[in-house]
């Protein structure tokens, strides 16, 4: 089992930033890799980055050089920096852990973050 934490979410202007932490307890050593996702209101849950246990690192297209994603592993903390921030961010944002263990999948998510973006 793996827990996560969230937190960093908040109300901040267009072009503005945040940092969302997630913090990862539990049967860490197993993770393989971290990410974050969102899901606007209506829609689909999104990925936005990941990061693998090895450090590399995977972005939707729209979030490209804007967002960051890093982990620290003495703190068992994966960040995702936000800058430039534009409404359509708007969105509640989950932590993710996936285990894979015998070429399955195991998912876990945090309780989400909320993140408006106002114009």
């Known amino acids: 089992q793996v827990q996560l934490v969230e937190s960093g979410g908040g109300l901040v202007q267009a072009g503005g930033s945040l940092r969302l932490s997630c913090a990862a307890s539990?049967?860490?050593?197993?993770?393989?890799?971290m990410g974050w996702y969102r899901q606007a209101p209506g829609k689909q849950r999104e990925l936005v980055a990941t990061?693998?246990?090895?450090?590399?690192?995977n972005y939707k297209d729209s979030v490209k050089g804007r967002f960051t994603i890093s982990r620290d592993n003495a703190k068992n903390t994966v960040y995702l920096q936000m800058n430039t921030l534009k409404p359509e961010d708007t969105a509640v944002y989950y932590c993710?852990?996936?285990?894979?263990?015998?070429?399955?999948?195991?998912?876990?998510w945090g309780q989400g973050t909320q993140v408006t973006v106002s114009s």
């Open positions: 993710n852990a996936r285990l894979i263990l015998l070429s399955r999948n195991y998912d876990y």
């Open positions: 539990g049967n860490i050593f197993s993770i393989n890799v």
């Open positions: 990061i693998t246990s090895g450090g590399s690192t």
